[in-house]
Each structure stands twice: as structure tokens, then as C-alpha cells.
């Protein structure tokens, strides 16, 4: 089976460092080959400018070990690296130092202030390559002093900005920009990644982002906790059941979806379609009458069935209807093009009394629940809810850009407290399980940032 990449917290990442320490593995160890990891990668993606001017900013931390060690590596390999020291380093990160001043002794130069920093922005600005290693997954909150100056300095490099595991001035754990945050043409994530990778607008921030693995003992990720994994299309291949080669169309599974309203049949044609894509062998599609031909024109190896309407939508009395349908169904999709009203209200209500053992909500059925929550409680089977982030703040009485910030968090608790698998519509979209476990889907692209599409 593919293996899936773990999401760490910043608290995540110190933990398997202080885990592989206890395993015997040095900090200096582990730093010397992430650092040699970034120098490599960046060869490869900047080939003429890593053998010219490269500048690394290093903080006292991990990060500025990381930088010093990924400069010396460069200059090794024939760039002219100097390296501004802000502060002085601790652990690992002044034993990198020293090995740096041992290779390149008038190469490394300590800054103790603002004024003296700034006095690099021209040299910055010459730099064919630029290290970002000033600030890591320690920082809790805004930067100040000199590590903001130096954020502010970052933004006149006219060479492409190289980030160390993340941006200077991000977040590790979450997707909000609290403060000055680094912008970098490529981000080398340490060891996992970390939300503030993945998430909007921290992510807007990262660039290209790409993973150099850091040798960690398999004993050490035994103990790691992952915030949540990465799902990669390999990784959804070996789930997909195996296709029986003598089935039929009764073999493989039928699926209603409910849905449409005038203006708004091509979503439930597309779901419809969508469902026959993904293998179900047969596909009903219960529509209010008045978009009877449109879908059926559209969907044309779906069972259309019209259904009573008034004012362009379901009518109350299409739910006793869609009951009947329901009997026999494997999969039920209610939400695609739905509307709003009494008559969608009735449906979804109808629906989710009706004890099927797999349901599907999405779009305006979500509008609808949220309008009488009181039907998540005392439900029988399983349920999948689909929401945007806006759909999600209104079921769960949030704030919007709280939530795409902090994606992960609120999936896992709402799937939680709803009993139901959530898929929080992305980028990325984060799958939670009533069980606690988040994957994020980080496939896709904007092709589908148009409505009707989702």
C-alpha cells in the first residue's frame, strides 16, 4: 500500500526530534542531513544560481543551523556563500557555525541589529539565491525586532527566496497570518510537513513546496502523532475495490441523487455523472418536474424520475416520493442544485428521518440542516456531509476565514460531534472521520472553482 505523509504540529516535530535523541540519534546528525538535503535540491532547481552569490539569513535556532549547513554545502560545491548570523546560535545550530567559519572563515558575519541589517540589502538584492533559516516551527506569535527586519529585508531579494521547513514569520500549526511573514519562490519542508504548508493564506506564502526527508528512527515515528495525512491519488487507488470482470450493472451498486431546480439543473446532472464515473452501476436522479428534460438530456445513462414542484423546486409533497425512491438504494445524494424553501426543507428532513443506512449531503441540503440542526441527533447509518467553508460556518456557528485557517481542526471536531465523515471542501479539502482521523486531498485545481462544479 502507498505510504501517506503525516501533518505535524510544530509540538509534533520537537517531539520526534527529542524522540530520535533519546533513540541515540544526535540533533547535529539529523540537522547535517536536512541541511545537505536542501543544498542538493536547491542545486538541482537553480543550477546557475546556486553556484554564484548565495546569502543565507540564519537564525539561533534549528532553522539557522539548517541555513548554515545547507550555505556551507553550496559553497562545497562551488557558490560564494556568506552567511548574516542573527544572534547568537545555540545547540546544534553552533556547532554548523563553526564548521561554516572552518570552510569559509570571513563568510560568516554576526548582526546584532536593525541598522546593521539593513546595511545588507544591496548585497541582498545582487544575491543570485537566498536562504530564508531565520525563524522555525518554535514561533507562537508575531515577529518582532530583528527577526521582522529581516522578514522585511527577505522582500527585496531579486533571486529566488529558498525557506527552510517554512516561511520566516509563519505559524506552524495553522493557516493565519498573524504578522510580517516571508514570501519564498520555494519552501523545503523538514522532516513532515507542517498545516501552515497546506492551509490558506499561509500556504500562499510557501511557493513551490517540496519535502527533504531527515533521517528519523522508525522507532521515533512510531511514537509521532500526525495532526492529520496527506492523501495521494495511489494512496485512494488501493482502496478502490476490485471490478468484477463477469458483473453487471446490478453488481456494482445504485445510487440515487436528489437535487435541481430551474436555474440549477446542470449540478445534478453533474453529480449524476460523477456517480457513473466513479463505478456505481446504476444512477436515479429525482428531480422536480419542471427540469425533467433538461437533466434527462444530460444524464443520459441516468434514470430520471420527475417529482411534484412549485415555484421551480421541490414541493412538500415530493418527499413522501422520494421515500419510495429511496427503497433499495445503496448510496442517496441529496443537495446539488437543491434550492431553498419548504418543499427542499421537507426533503431533507423526510431524508434524514428515514433511518437510510448511507447518506450524502451537500450544497443546499447543508443550508437546510443548518436551518434545523436538531436532525444530526438520534440518526441511524452512515452520513457525509460536503461543505464549503461557508456552508461548514453556518452549520457550525463559526467564523469563515477561522475555519479555512484552522481546516483541520474543525473537521475533526465537527465530525465528531455530528457522528458523520466531513469533507471540508478545499484547497485542500480535509476528510475527517467521526473516529478522529483527517486526510487531506490536496489534488485538483482551479478548473473546478466554478459553481456547480463542486
Same mark, same amino acid.
Given at each position: 500500500?502507498?505510504?501517506?505523509?503525516?501533518?505535524?504540529?510544530? *509540538?509534533?516535530?520537537?517531539?520526534?526530534?527529542?524522540?530520535?535523541?533519546? !533513540?541515540?540519534?544526535?540533533?547535529?546528525?539529523?540537522?547535517?542531513?536536512?541541511?545537505?538535503?536542501?543544498?542538493?535540491?536547491?542545486?538541482? !532547481?537553480?543550477?546557475?544560481?546556486?553556484?554564484?552569490?548565495?546569502?543565507?539569513?540564519?537564525?539561533?535556532?534549528?532553522?539557522?543551523?539548517?541555513?548554515?549547513?545547507?550555505?556551507?554545502?553550496?559553497?562545497?560545491?562551488?557558490?560564494?556563500?556568506?552567511?548574516?548570523?542573527?544572534?547568537?546560535?545555540?545547540?546544534?545550530?553552533?556547532?554548523?557555525?563553526?564548521?561554516?567559519?572552518?570552510?569559509?572563515? &570571513?563568510?560568516?558575519?554576526?548582526?546584532?541589529?536593525?541598522?546593521?541589517? %539593513?546595511?545588507?540589502?544591496?548585497?541582498?538584492?545582487?544575491?543570485? /539565491?537566498?536562504?530564508?533559516?531565520?525563524?522555525?516551527?518554535?514561533?507562537?506569535?508575531?515577529?518582532?525586532?530583528?527577526?521582522?527586519?529581516?522578514?522585511?529585508?527577505?522582500?527585496?531579494?531579486?533571486?529566488?527566496?529558498?525557506?527552510?521547513? !517554512?516561511?520566516?514569520?509563519?505559524?506552524?500549526?495553522?493557516?493565519?497570518?498573524?504578522?510580517?511573514?516571508?514570501?519564498?519562490?520555494?519552501?523545503?519542508?523538514?522532516?513532515?510537513?507542517? +498545516?501552515?504548508?497546506?492551509?490558506?493564506?499561509?500556504?500562499?506564502?510557501?511557493?513551490?513546496?517540496?519535502?527533504?526527508?531527515?533521517?528519523?528512527?522508525?522507532?521515533?515515528?512510531?511514537?509521532?502523532? +500526525?495532526?492529520?495525512?496527506?492523501?495521494? =491519488?495511489?494512496?485512494?487507488?488501493?482502496?478502490?475495490?476490485?471490478? &468484477?470482470?463477469?458483473?453487471?450493472?446490478?453488481?456494482?451498486? =445504485?445510487?440515487?441523487?436528489?437535487?435541481?431546480?430551474?436555474?440549477?439543473?446542470?449540478? #445534478?446532472?453533474?453529480?449524476?455523472?460523477?456517480?457513473? %464515473?466513479?463505478?456505481?452501476?446504476?444512477?436515479?436522479?429525482?428531480?422536480?418536474?419542471?427540469?425533467?428534460?433538461?437533466?434527462?438530456?444530460?444524464?443520459?445513462?441516468?434514470?430520471? $424520475?420527475? /417529482?411534484?414542484?412549485?415555484?421551480?423546486?421541490?414541493?412538500?409533497?415530493?418527499?413522501?416520493?422520494?421515500?419510495?425512491?429511496?427503497?433499495?438504494?445503496?448510496?442517496?445524494?441529496?443537495?446539488?442544485?437543491?434550492?431553498?424553501?419548504?418543499? +427542499?426543507?421537507? @426533503? #431533507?428532513?423526510?431524508?434524514?428521518?428515514?433511518? $437510510?443506512?448511507?447518506?450524502? !449531503?451537500?450544497?443546499?441540503?447543508?443550508?437546510?440542516?443548518? *436551518?434545523?440542526? *436538531?436532525?444530526?441527533?438520534?440518526?441511524?447509518?452512515?452520513?457525509?456531509?460536503?461543505?464549503?467553508?461557508?456552508?461548514?460556518?453556518?452549520?457550525?456557528?463559526?467564523?469563515?476565514?477561522? @475555519?479555512?485557517?484552522?481546516?483541520?481542526?474543525?473537521?475533526?471536531?465537527?465530525?465528531?460531534?455530528?457522528?458523520?465523515?466531513?469533507?471540508?471542501?478545499?484547497?485542500?479539502?480535509?476528510?475527517?472521520?467521526?473516529?478522529?482521523?483527517?486526510?487531506?486531498?490536496?489534488?485538483?485545481?482551479?478548473?473546478?472553482? $466554478?459553481?456547480?462544479?463542486?
Amino acid at each position: 500500500m502507498a505510504r501517506m505523509k503525516p501533518i505535524l504540529s510544530g *509540538q509534533g516535530i520537537k517531539e520526534l526530534d527529542r524522540r530520535a535523541e533519546d !533513540l541515540g540519534v544526535s540533533p547535529l546528525l539529523l540537522m547535517e542531513a536536512a541541511g545537505r538535503g536542501a543544498a542538493a535540491r536547491a542545486r538541482e !532547481l537553480y543550477p546557475r544560481a546556486a553556484r554564484g552569490r548565495v546569502l543565507a539569513l540564519a537564525g539561533k535556532g534549528g532553522n539557522g543551523g539548517d541555513a548554515l549547513c545547507m550555505a556551507r554545502w553550496l559553497g562545497l560545491w562551488g557558490a560564494e556563500p556568506t552567511v548574516l548570523l542573527l544572534g547568537e546560535p545555540q545547540g546544534a545550530a553552533a556547532l554548523q557555525a563553526q564548521a561554516f567559519s572552518a570552510c569559509f572563515p &570571513d563568510r560568516l558575519i554576526r548582526v546584532d541589529s536593525e541598522e546593521e541589517l %539593513r546595511a545588507w540589502a544591496e548585497a541582498l538584492a545582487r544575491a543570485e /539565491l537566498v536562504i530564508d533559516g531565520v525563524l522555525g516551527v518554535g514561533l507562537s506569535g508575531p515577529a518582532r525586532g530583528l527577526a521582522a527586519a529581516a522578514i522585511e529585508l527577505l522582500a527585496g531579494a531579486q533571486g529566488p527566496v529558498v525557506a527552510l521547513d !517554512l516561511p520566516s514569520g509563519l505559524l506552524a500549526d495553522t493557516g493565519e497570518v498573524t504578522g510580517p511573514a516571508a514570501w519564498a519562490e520555494l519552501t523545503l519542508a523538514m522532516g513532515a510537513y507542517k +498545516p501552515c504548508h497546506l492551509l490558506p493564506p499561509a500556504a500562499a506564502h510557501c511557493g513551490r513546496l517540496e519535502l527533504v526527508e531527515v533521517p528519523y528512527p522508525p522507532a521515533a515515528w512510531e511514537a509521532a502523532e +500526525p495532526l492529520a495525512w496527506i492523501l495521494s =491519488r495511489e494512496q485512494v487507488a488501493t482502496m478502490l475495490p476490485p471490478r &468484477d470482470r463477469f458483473g453487471h450493472k446490478g453488481t456494482f451498486g =445504485r445510487v440515487l441523487v436528489i437535487g435541481g431546480a430551474v436555474g440549477m439543473a446542470g449540478a #445534478v446532472a453533474l453529480a449524476a455523472e460523477a456517480a457513473l %464515473r466513479a463505478g456505481a452501476g446504476l444512477v436515479h436522479v429525482a428531480v422536480p418536474t419542471p427540469i425533467y428534460g433538461v437533466v434527462e438530456g444530460a444524464a443520459l445513462e441516468a434514470l430520471v $424520475h420527475p /417529482l411534484p414542484a412549485e415555484g421551480g423546486r421541490f414541493s412538500p409533497e415530493a418527499a413522501t416520493e422520494i421515500l419510495r425512491l429511496m427503497e433499495g438504494m445503496d448510496v442517496v445524494l441529496l443537495g446539488p442544485g437543491l434550492g431553498r424553501g419548504p418543499g +427542499p426543507a421537507e @426533503v #431533507v428532513q423526510a431524508m434524514l428521518s428515514s433511518g $437510510h443506512p448511507k447518506l450524502v !449531503l451537500d450544497a443546499d441540503a447543508l443550508f437546510a440542516l443548518a *436551518q434545523a440542526p *436538531q436532525l444530526l441527533r438520534g440518526r441511524h447509518g452512515e452520513l457525509v456531509l460536503t461543505p464549503h467553508p461557508g456552508e461548514f460556518a453556518r452549520l457550525a456557528g463559526e467564523d469563515t476565514a477561522q @475555519v479555512v485557517a484552522g481546516k483541520i481542526e474543525a473537521a475533526r471536531r465537527a465530525a465528531r460531534e455530528w457522528d458523520a465523515v466531513v469533507a471540508l471542501k478545499g484547497p485542500p479539502t480535509a476528510i475527517a472521520s467521526p473516529t478522529g482521523e483527517v486526510y487531506l486531498n490536496t489534488t485538483g485545481n482551479t478548473a473546478l472553482a $466554478h459553481g456547480g462544479a463542486g
